[in-house]
């Protein structure tokens, strides 16, 4: 068995493509550039294809990852190039390395990512920029989430609000660079993050663009790319 982890972009018009419909893009553009796949067995075989945590729809992406299993050998650049050759406008692969015989998924080691938000207040307003550091400086920040039950509960996102790189506000445009909880263990969406910074503020924000610069993975202190760690 060998796996490649792939590297790739999702901007432009693609960034409103679901995860599902991403998948079935991704499945068709390695059979029409010739990959040779591991397929499963049994009734109904699939793709040996696992991806990263999904990306909300309308969320740009410059670092996206999936593994996938080989049926055989096949150079890494080779295999980038067939995939650009084939794939929509918006996707493209930037970067393909083999696994090692021991590593782990993509679901269990990435636990971070880090995003830039753009977005516009309706009035200029000098204050902003101090209650967004006030914001950030709460011991508390809760936000109602639904569990897997549809039961809705009160949970404190500070936690899961990892790092605050850049909180820049120009006229009325606003810049903020976070890197926030990603994973099954603990995930925070950016959206929420911004409805809550918009309640807690009390000032609506138009024209918001979310962009996921990257998925991280975090031991101790310090980040690391899924291409560079495995376990």
């Given at each position: 068995m060998s796996v490649i982890r792939v590297e790739f972009f999702k901007q432009g018009n693609a960034k409103y493509i679901s995860h599902l419909d991403l998948i079935r893009t991704i499945q068709r553009a390695a059979r029409r550039a010739d990959i040779p796949v591991e397929y499963s067995r049994g009734f109904n075989p699939h793709s040996k294809i696992s991806y990263g945590p999904a990306l909300s729809v309308g969320?740009?992406?410059?670092?996206?990852?999936?593994?996938?299993?080989?049926?055989?050998?096949?150079?890494?650049?080779?295999?980038v190039e067939r995939l650009n050759a084939v794939l929509p406008a918006g996707l493209g692969v930037t970067?393909?390395?083999?696994?090692?015989?021991?590593?782990?998924s993509l679901a269990s080691i990435i636990n971070a990512a880090y995003y830039t938000i753009n977005g516009r207040v309706g009035f200029?307003?000098?204050?902003?920029?101090?209650r967004?550091?006030?914001?950030?400086?709460?011991?508390?920040?809760l936000i109602q989430k639904t569990d897997k039950k549809g039961r809705q509960k009160q949970v404190n996102i500070v936690p899961m609000i990892l790092g605050v790189?850049?909180?820049?506000?120009?006229?009325?445009e606003v810049v903020l660079e976070v890197i926030l909880q990603t994973g099954s263990k603990g995930n925070l969406n950016p959206?929420?993050?911004?409805?809550?910074?918009?309640?807690?503020?009390?000032?609506?924000?138009?024209?918001?663009?979310?962009?996921?610069?990257?998925?991280?993975?975090?031991?101790?202190?310090?980040?690391?790319?899924?291409?560079?760690?495995?376990?």
């Amino acid at each position: 068995m060998s796996v490649i982890r792939v590297e790739f972009f999702k901007q432009g018009n693609a960034k409103y493509i679901s995860h599902l419909d991403l998948i079935r893009t991704i499945q068709r553009a390695a059979r029409r550039a010739d990959i040779p796949v591991e397929y499963s067995r049994g009734f109904n075989p699939h793709s040996k294809i696992s991806y990263g945590p999904a990306l909300s729809v309308g969320v740009s992406s410059s670092r996206e990852y999936f593994d996938i299993e080989l049926d055989g050998q096949m150079d890494g650049h080779q295999l980038v190039e067939r995939l650009n050759a084939v794939l929509p406008a918006g996707l493209g692969v930037t970067a393909a390395r083999y696994m090692p015989d021991r590593f782990s998924s993509l679901a269990s080691i990435i636990n971070a990512a880090y995003y830039t938000i753009n977005g516009r207040v309706g009035f200029h307003d000098e204050h902003l920029e101090q209650r967004l550091i006030c914001f950030f400086s709460a011991g508390s920040i809760l936000i109602q989430k639904t569990d897997k039950k549809g039961r809705q509960k009160q949970v404190n996102i500070v936690p899961m609000i990892l790092g605050v790189e850049k909180k820049l506000v120009q006229n009325r445009e606003v810049v903020l660079e976070v890197i926030l909880q990603t994973g099954s263990k603990g995930n925070l969406n950016p959206a929420h993050l911004m409805d809550a910074i918009q309640k807690e503020i009390r000032t609506p924000f138009r024209d918001i663009r979310i962009h996921r610069e990257k998925l991280l993975v975090k031991r101790g202190e310090k980040y690391f790319s899924p291409m560079e760690i495995f376990d």
